[in-house]
């Protein structure tokens, strides 16, 4: 064809006709596409990591992070049952990984859905309130439960059959009536429940069982930390159970627990006791409800079948470096130094970021 | 097939409409069980309504036109409910989630589609949907059947309800409480 044309045209000819077939059929050079990295995070993690999203695709323009927040059990359920695929996985309870992913094999492979993970940051679990919420002007660190058993009081906590935090609040709330000897704490700061909340108490063991449907008689639970956070600043209740780095981001007043009941370490230990909050329905079939107090630690994967494997090592290297370290400061979540629960497994490309 | 209508197809992962092959098993308080294909599902009388969601991070999903059977049309084949029964929703993802009576009677919380600012006392029916604006259920979106909580007015509900794949629905009693009550 072009030398059937050359030789009736000339060269000149050949290259303005190619030049305007071109142009009329808006042919362009094909662009390079990005590659999709797919980040899916804890619903505490949002907000630092929409702002690492935004500084990662700036150093990587051939990059479109594209981050996707649910509960860290739904995190991991992306990549292991629901198929919607998954480069890297951060979740806030990093207890979850080990049985939902190093145990459970791929389709038709011996190879686990993961094999290592790093913990890399923590939380605070304490009390978010408003200027408005009642008896703000007098709330501190040493009158909490008592200002939260006040009838005129209106607390709310987060589902704990969907809600890590919502656990945790019940955790906290036993701890506490153990840390100040009063035994009747629980009751007085959450009240009755229509289907009781129950506790089993064997020795050092103690086990709160939250029945199949959580109706509360005097304080309010919602599914999500989003609407918690909702009818908080919405005056609909006075305080509410949430993380330090959560109520910070949304400008919120926060009463820091003391150390034995906060979650942020293990000082909890200290109260002697082996506690756990055990759900009296299964919402997965994959995971038994029980869930052992343990500090809030945070932690992250690759998937053994995430498409990009180069790129997401490339993101938790960005992540844990020195910007994603001023990202999650700027967004009060507090860091912990990175450790990896199985060396031997970790990536080579990550290797000389942990202990 | 085509005389069946739209409703009898779904989508499949290669985007193509498939005839549909799912039972519903329907399980009453007695332990009587009864199982319906789909066409005999798409035989009972359906509602056609707006209903939205929204996720635990805040992420807004409709409102949709959805098209579905009353789940109470579906519960009344097996005896129905009484207040005391709790109603258990499974799926082929192995999720499932447990209602009350009173949830199942309206007493779920209504928020406003703009701010997901709570809006006490909108009315909700629970529906087993197997339309979405005027499409079969996209298999992400819980093809062939999801149970949705709609309301009419455009008010959203929480996602964790909106339970995709469902299999099987279960009346049965609330498991007698363990240890000392609170």
């Known amino acids: 064809m072009q030398t059937q044309l050359q030789g009736r045209l000339g060269p000149l000819a050949v290259v303005a006709v190619s030049l305007l077939v071109l142009s009329l059929s808006g042919c362009k050079p094909a662009a390079r596409e990005k590659v999709k990295l797919k980040v899916i995070c804890a619903g505490s993690l949002m907000v630092p990591f929409a702002e690492m999203e935004k500084a990662y695709e700036a150093l990587h323009p051939d990059v479109d992070v594209l981050i996707e927040g649910h509960g860290s059990v739904q995190v991991i359920r992306q990549v292991t049952e629901l198929g919607a695929g998954g480069d890297v996985l951060a979740v806030a309870d990093h207890s979850l990984i080990p049985p939902m992913m190093y145990d459970v094999k791929m389709p038709d492979s011996d190879r686990s859905y993961a094999t290592w993970q790093i913990t890399f940051a923590g939380n605070t679990l304490g009390l978010a309130y408003t200027p408005a919420s009642r008896y703000a002007d007098e709330i501190d660190a040493s009158n909490w439960y008592e200002i939260l058993s006040r009838p005129d009081v209106k607390l709310g906590i987060s589902d704990p059959r969907f809600d890590a935090c919502g656990y945790r609040a019940l955790m906290a709330c036993w701890l506490a009536g153990v840390l100040y000897d009063k035994p009747d704490l629980f009751r007085d700061v959450l009240g009755e429940f229509e289907y009781p909340v129950s506790l089993q108490v064997q020795g050092e063991r103690c086990t709160i069982v939250v029945p199949n449907v959580v109706r509360p008689l005097k304080a309010s639970v919602r599914g999500s930390s989003v609407v918690l956070l909702g009818i908080l600043e919405s005056g609909d209740i006075d305080y509410a159970f949430e993380y330090l780095s959560v109520a910070r981001q949304r400008n919120l007043g926060f009463v820091e627990l003391p150390p034995q009941i906060n979650l942020a370490s293990d000082a909890f230990r200290s109260l002697g006791y082996d506690l756990r909050v055990k759900i009296d329905y299964q919402r997965y079939a994959s995971l038994i409800p029980e869930f052992r107090c343990q500090e809030i630690l945070y932690g992250l994967t690759i998937p053994e079948n995430g498409p990009h494997p180069q790129h997401a090592c490339s993101f938790v290297r960005f992540m844990v470096g020195l910007e994603g370290q001023r990202i999650f400061a700027a967004q009060f979540q507090p860091l912990l130094p990175l450790v990896v629960d199985r060396p031997e497994h970790l990536p080579v490309e990550l290797a000389d970021l942990v202990q | ?182």
């Open chain 2, 1 to 182: 097939m085509a005389a069946l209508g739209l409703g009898y197809l779904q989508w499949t992962q290669h985007n193509r409409l498939a005839p549909v092959d799912w039972d519903l098993a329907l399980v009453g308080r007695d332990g009587s069980e009864k199982v319906l294909s789909y066409a005999e599902l798409l035989a009972l009388p359906t509602v056609e309504t707006a209903g939205g969601f929204f996720s635990s991070v805040g992420t807004i999903y409709g409102p949709f036109r959805v098209k579905g059977i009353p789940l109470e049309t579906l519960l009344d084949l097996v005896g129905g409910m009484t207040a005391s029964d709790l109603l258990q929703v499974s799926a082929r993802d192995g999720y499932s989630m447990v209602f009350d009576y009173r949830q199942l009677q309206g007493d779920i919380d209504t928020f406003a589609a703009d701010t997901l600012r709570l809006v006490p006392g909108g009315a909700v029916q629970f529906l087993l949907i197997f339309e979405q604006d005027g499409q079969p259920l996209a298999e992400n979106d819980g093809a062939p059947l999801r149970l949705a909580i709609i309301n009419p007015d455009g008010l959203l509900t929480e996602g964790h309800w909106w339970v995709r794949w469902v299999t099987r629905l279960g009346v049965r009693a609330p498991s007698p409480a363990a240890g000392s009550g609170n």
